[in-house]
T-cell receptor, first 115, second 117 residues
Framework: GNSVTQMEGPVTLSEEAFLTINCTYTATGYPSLFWYVQYPGEGLQLLLKATKADDKGSNKGFEATYRKETTSFHLEKGSVQVSDSAVYFCALSRPPSGGSYIPTFGRGTSLIVHP | DTEVTQTPKHLVMGMTNKKSLKCEQHMGHRAMYWYKQKAKKPPELMFVYSYEKLSINESVPSRFSPECPNSSLLNLHLHALQPEDSALYLC????????????????FGSGTRLTVV
């Protein structure tokens, strides 16, 4: 079946440090890949996405590249800010049921950024 | 309008109460979802509606009863809940895509924080 594996957190960084959160997946076919972010007390927000191999998704300084050969979609940011502190979820879509695509989420990785 | 609005934001209910959670979106999305999220865990899928019809029920206990009265609204009726049902309940919506892959992603509401006492 489909699954997503994320690195275990929390990840603790100082402001302006480089961020990498690892995500690997197992899936049949050609899933789309997503990163969602959840700030404290809020729902999930779509951060970025990629729908085919070698696509790079980017948003708010975050980037992730769809690597089919390594089945990975690692999240990176060159210089993190305190405001980036949140939980980050990697997700893939699985085949439709009734026309709706269902995401499979990773466990989530908590990021804590200190001033 | 690019939001999913959930009400109430917080709800405390007794085990014998009946309450409802509401979700609304005006993005023209025809797929809507209910998720349950416990602390420090990913969201767990409960129900999926596609074109206002229930397409997925992930073996959710009958004390949770979903309803989709129209293409913009999604309700979750609660009755005789247990303390272990306390969680953040998230609503989401997405386009229904006939293509080979999902490309649009999902739009989530901010959730209802439910406490069962």
């Amino acid at each position: 079946g489909n699954s997503v594996t994320q690195m275990e957190g929390p990840v603790t960084l100082s402001e302006e440090a480089f961020l990498t959160i690892n995500c690997t997946y197992t899936a049949t076919g050609y899933p789309s890949l997503f990163w969602y972010v959840q700030y404290p007390g809020e729902g999930l927000q779509l951060l970025l996405k990629a729908t085919k191999a070698d696509d790079k998704g980017s948003n708010k300084g975050f980037e992730a590249t769809y690597r089919k050969e390594t089945t990975s979609f690692h999240l990176e940011k060159g210089s993190v800010q305190v405001s980036d502190s949140a939980v980050y979820f990697c997700a893939l879509s699985r085949p439709p049921s009734g026309g709706s695509y269902i995401p499979t989420f990773g466990r989530g990785t908590s990021l804590i950024v200190h001033p | 309008d690019t939001e999913v609005t959930q009400t109430p934001k917080h709800l405390v209910m007794g085990m014998t109460n009946k309450k409802s959670l509401k979700c609304e979106q005006h993005m023209g999305h025809r797929a809507m979802y209910w998720y349950k999220q416990k602390a420090k865990k990913p969201p767990e899928l409960m129900f999926v509606y596609s074109y206002e019809k229930l397409s997925i029920n992930e073996s959710v206990p009958s004390r949770f009863s979903p309803e989709c009265p129209n293409s913009s609204l999604l309700n979750l009726h609660l009755h005789a809940l247990q303390p272990e049902d306390s969680a953040l309940y998230l609503c989401a919506s997405s386009q229904v895509e006939g293509s080979y892959q999902a490309t649009s992603g999902y739009t989530f509401g901010s959730g209802t924080r439910l406490t069962v006492v």
